[in-house]
């Protein structure tokens, strides 16, 4: 754990992150009881990894 630090906060001193930490997903999770064709029906989630 204590590497994992280390290398987090040098990637936060320098700015600099591996390009595969930037990447995300956005997927949506529909409401229930509401019309599905309407975007306001759904909920954003981001999954990152």
Same mark, same amino acid.
């Given at each position: ?5 280390? =290398? ?5 001193? =320098? ?35």
């Amino acid at each position: 754990l204590h590497h994992l630090v280390n =290398l987090l906060n040098r990637c936060f001193q =320098l700015g600099c992150f591996p390009d595969p930490w930037k990447v995300e997903k956005l997927v949506t999770i529909p409401k229930p009881g509401v019309d599905p064709h309407t975007i306001t029906a759904h909920r954003p989630i981001t999954l990152a990894s």
